[in-house]
């Protein structure tokens, strides 16, 4: 849930769309994240043929990329977009077989499911902008500061009661694979336990730690470290899966 830093070409309209989220609504916001969007896919140089469309339902904010078929050409371009604050969700057409007609659409049920995870994903991403759930050095202690951000993503996850939270607890590479997965772990732990405590029902929580296995800004710089350690909310529909146990 989703994404990363967030790092990536069009970084400064990124920073304007999510400082001006909450006073732009409807076509203006669609408009400015696929300006943004556009800034970003220019700066990672797609095939030739790809294009960029904005789903113009009420704020789906979901971007739809045609004329690329590669997979890791895919994920690379799902997780730039991912990154900019306020974007939703990434959907590729599949033109492989050269018709350029997108898949089949779901029904009702599901786009209606998939329009409220957008839209409860959108404000979680909006609360998080420019943010950081930060904790005491090698340890899941978080300060009131912390806390605070929790309370607004509890707030934000209020709006949306039927829908699930993954939490992911992410770390520099400081330090033995080992350790960094165990505090990663108990991070989002800490994490799904302040959710509960602020009315968020445990149900809707799942929580996993990543350690230092997924890395949002590569090397060893303060400025990689930084980023690298971070908590990650992805909203899905339904009942959050349960936690597996450890080794599983």
């Given at each position: 849930?989703?994404?990363?830093?967030?790092?990536?070409?069009?970084?400064?309209?990124?920073?304007?769309?999510?400082?001006?989220?909450?006073?732009?609504?409807?076509?203006?916001?669609?408009d400015?994240?696929?300006?943004?969007?556009?800034?970003?896919?220019?700066?990672?140089?797609?095939?030739?043929?790809?294009?960029?469309?904005?789903?113009?339902?009420?704020?789906?904010?979901?971007?739809?990329?045609s004329?690329?078929?590669?997979?890791?050409?895919?994920?690379?371009?799902?997780?730039?977009?991912?990154?900019?604050?306020?974007?939703?969700?990434?959907?590729?057409?599949?033109?492989?077989?050269?018709?350029?007609?997108?898949?089949?659409?779901?029904d009702?049920?599901?786009?209606?499911?998939?329009?409220?995870?957008?839209?409860?994903?959108?404000?979680?991403?909006?609360?998080?902008?420019?943010?950081?759930?930060?904790?005491?050095?090698?340890?899941?202690?978080?300060?009131?500061?912390?806390l605070?951000?929790?309370?607004?993503?509890?707030?934000?996850?209020?709006?949306?009661?039927?829908?699930?939270?993954a939490?992911?607890?992410?770390?520099?590479?400081?330090?033995?694979?080992?350790?960094?997965?165990?505090?990663?772990?108990?991070r989002?732990?800490?994490?799904?336990?302040?959710l509960?405590?602020?009315?968020?029902?445990?149900?809707?929580?799942?929580?996993?730690?990543?350690?230092?296995?997924?890395?949002?800004?590569?090397?060893?710089?303060a400025?990689?470290?930084?980023?690298?350690?971070?908590?990650?909310?992805?909203?899905?529909?339904?009942?959050?899966?349960?936690?597996?146990?450890?080794?599983?």
């Open positions: 849930m989703t994404g990363f830093g967030k790092f990536l070409v069009g970084a400064a309209a990124t920073s304007l769309l999510a400082w001006g989220a909450h006073a732009m609504t409807g076509a203006e916001y669609i400015g994240l696929e300006s943004s969007a556009q800034s970003t896919l220019d700066g990672l140089g797609l095939p030739d043929g790809a294009t960029l469309a904005m789903k113009r339902d009420p704020l789906a904010r979901v971007a739809v990329i004329g690329v078929t590669d997979p890791a050409e895919r994920e690379r371009i799902r997780a730039a977009l991912l990154a900019i604050p306020g974007m939703g969700g990434v959907e590729f057409t599949d033109a492989a077989d050269g018709s350029g007609e997108a898949a089949p659409a779901a009702a049920g599901e786009a209606t499911e998939s329009a409220e995870v957008v839209a409860c994903q959108s404000d979680i991403d909006a609360v998080m902008a420019g943010k950081v759930i930060n904790f005491q050095s090698g340890s899941a202690y978080m300060p009131d500061s912390s605070a951000v929790v309370a607004e993503v509890a707030e934000a996850l209020g709006n949306c009661p039927d829908l699930a939270v939490i992911e607890g992410h770390t520099d590479a400081t330090g033995s694979p080992a350790v960094n997965q165990t505090l990663s772990q108990a989002a732990d800490a994490v799904a336990a302040a509960t405590e602020r009315g968020i029902a445990a149900a809707r929580i799942s929580a996993t730690g990543k350690g230092s296995s997924e890395p949002v800004m590569e090397g060893a710089s400025e990689a470290n930084a980023a690298n350690r971070r908590i990650e909310f992805d909203i899905s529909g339904g009942t959050a899966p349960a936690t597996p146990a450890e080794g599983e």
